[in-house]
């Protein structure tokens, strides 16, 4: 069964940080890029930042350059994918998605595999 299981999100204050991770199991996602995308209430998801399949590779949306890093572990059959995330502001409050895909990609349409989503809440 192919399984992609978000955790670490929560209510921080503006300023304040969270680690998100994600593991990934039942496809050997250590040949997939890997994604974190979010989506705030009443908006589209959109792409926050992505790692190829080595983790040699980063990619970022401008909004969290500079205060977010994503980083990979690639097991046996497993992955465990991480999003740390500074300097958190009240405009990255959304429900943050990993998601997995056989090429890198900023869009979403690319991405085959998604978790369940786990919410970030950053109060002002």
């Known amino acids: 069964q192919v399984q992609l299981v978000e955790s670490g999100g929560g209510l921080v204050q503006a300023g304040g940080s969270l680690r998100l991770s994600c593991t990934g199991s039942g496809r050997t996602f250590s040949s997939y890029a890997m994604g974190w995308f979010r989506q705030a209430p009443g908006k589209e998801r959109e792409f926050v930042a992505a790692?190829?399949?080595?983790?040699?590779?980063?990619?970022?949306a401008d909004s969290v350059k500079g205060r977010f890093a994503i980083s990979r572990e690639n097991g046996l059959n497993m992955v465990y994918l991480q999003l740390q995330m500074n300097s958190l502001k009240s405009e990255d409050t959304a429900v943050y998605y990993c998601?997995?895909?056989?090429?890198?990609?900023?869009?979403?349409?690319?991405?085959?595999?998604w978790g369940q989503g786990t919410q970030v809440t950053v109060s002002s």
């Open positions: 790692i190829n399949w080595s983790g040699e590779r980063t990619f970022y």
């Open positions: 998601a997995a895909s056989s090429q890198e990609s900023y869009s979403y349409e690319a991405y085959e595999y």
